[in-house]
């Protein structure tokens, strides 16, 4: 079965400063891997996701995540922080199989940005 | 093009009441799903729909049901409340429930239970 963690419930980093986010998947194939944000009071927004085609992703607000097959890894990075950015963000895994068609999320990191 | 749309935006019932939420998808998209976000168990999948037949199911209890209309618009109930059913509803819609696809979600219904 599919599974996601995700390191760290709390990051905090001060405005420009890198973020670094980690997603590690658990799947016995391919995995589609994505990445969502969610903002206070909102519903969840993409940020990007890999399906299988290139391992860097570039999504949107100038986020990107690498593939590691190897570390069964989709960390999430930016290389500068912004205000903007402070949110909470959602590694999840496209259920395969049985669960063929649902989305398996992590347990969420929230990000503060620092001024 | 119109985004997912989720009414009512906010509820509150009572212990043992039944509720009905609904659940409008992007034009065109046939196949929607619901997730149930609580600050314990995080985002879990409670079923999926695909042109008005339940496609897939989580791990909920069977006071959770939920239908799908000829138009793709899609309802949730929730019988016999509880407590612990208090979280915020998510509806993500998609174009036919591929692996591949992005779910686009909708703002959410959050639900207090007294």
């Known amino acids: 079965a599919q599974s996601v963690t995700q390191l760290g419930s709390h990051v905090s980093v001060s405005e420009g400063a890198l973020v670094l986010l980690r997603c590690n998947y658990s799947s016995s194939v391919p995995p589609y891997l994505f990445w969502y944000v969610q903002y206070p009071n909102q519903g969840l927004q993409l940020l990007l996701k890999y399906t299988s085609a290139a391992t860097l992703v570039k999504g949107i607000n100038g986020f990107e995540a690498e593939f590691k097959k190897s570390e069964t890894s989709f960390h999430l990075t930016k290389p500068s922080a912004h205000m903007s950015d402070a949110a909470e963000y959602f590694c999840?895994?496209?259920?395969?199989?049985?669960?063929?068609?649902?989305?398996?999320f992590g347990k969420g990191t929230k990000l503060s940005v620092k001024p | 093009k119109a985004g997912v749309t989720q009414t009512p935006r906010y509820l509150i019932k009572t212990r043992g009441q039944q509720v009905t939420l609904s659940c409008s998808p992007i034009?065109?998209?046939?196949?929607v799903s619901w997730y149930q976000q609580t600050p314990g168990q995080g985002l879990q999948f409670l079923f999926e729909y695909f042109s008005e037949t339940q496609r897939n199911k989580g791990n909920f209890p069977g006071r959770f049901s939920g239908r799908q209309f000829s138009n793709s618009r899609s309802e949730m109930n929730v019988s016999t409340l509880e407590l612990g059913d208090s979280a915020l509803y998510l509806c993500?819609?998609?174009?036919?429930?591929?692996?591949?696809?992005?779910?686009?979600f909708g703002p959410g219904t959050r639900l207090l239970v007294l």
């Open positions: 034009s065109g998209h046939r196949s």
């Open positions: 999840a895994v496209m259920g395969l199989g049985g669960s063929q068609g649902n989305l398996i």
């Open positions: 993500a819609s998609s174009s036919s429930g591929g692996t591949r696809e992005t779910q686009y």
